[in-house]
């Protein structure tokens, strides 16, 4: 039905940068909240950011401030560009959509496959 389908994770130094994207496609109607998590080893999968399809942008505290989250609605894709990054960043990250399938009155949210982030000297 829905796929999403994350890139740009890899291997950075502390200090560094990198752009994950994520992009949805398939029997999308109508997309409105975007957003990222991340799961760290031996950990729970925690929030990260979320955009909305209108207003204000959303962080948790320990992103803010490094963590920008965009998105390009014509390309149904969400952005995450993280600034100084630090070794406790390291985590899979999974972005997520909230959508409203084609010829359903329906929303469901549905995940990416994950894309591991690893900030190391």
């Known amino acids: 039905q829905v796929q999403l389908v994350e890139s740009g994770g890899g291997l950075v130094q502390p200090g560094g940068s990198l752009r994950l994207s994520c992009a949805a496609s398939g029997s999308i109607f109508s997309i409105s909240g975007m957003g990222w998590y991340r799961q760290a080893p031996g950990k729970q999968r925690e929030w990260v950011a979320t955009?909305?399809?209108?207003?204000?942008?959303n962080y948790a505290d320990s992103v803010k401030g490094r963590f920008t989250i965009s998105r390009d609605n014509a390309k149904n894709t969400v952005y995450l560009q993280m600034n100084s990054l630090k070794p406790e960043d390291t985590a899979v990250y999974y972005c997520?959509?909230?959508?409203?399938?084609?010829?359903?009155?329906?929303?469901?949210?549905?995940w990416g496959q994950g894309t591991q982030v690893t900030v190391s000297s």
């Open positions: 997520n959509a909230d959508v409203q399938v084609w010829q359903s009155s329906m929303w469901r949210r549905f």
């Open positions: 955009i909305p399809s209108g207003g204000s942008r």
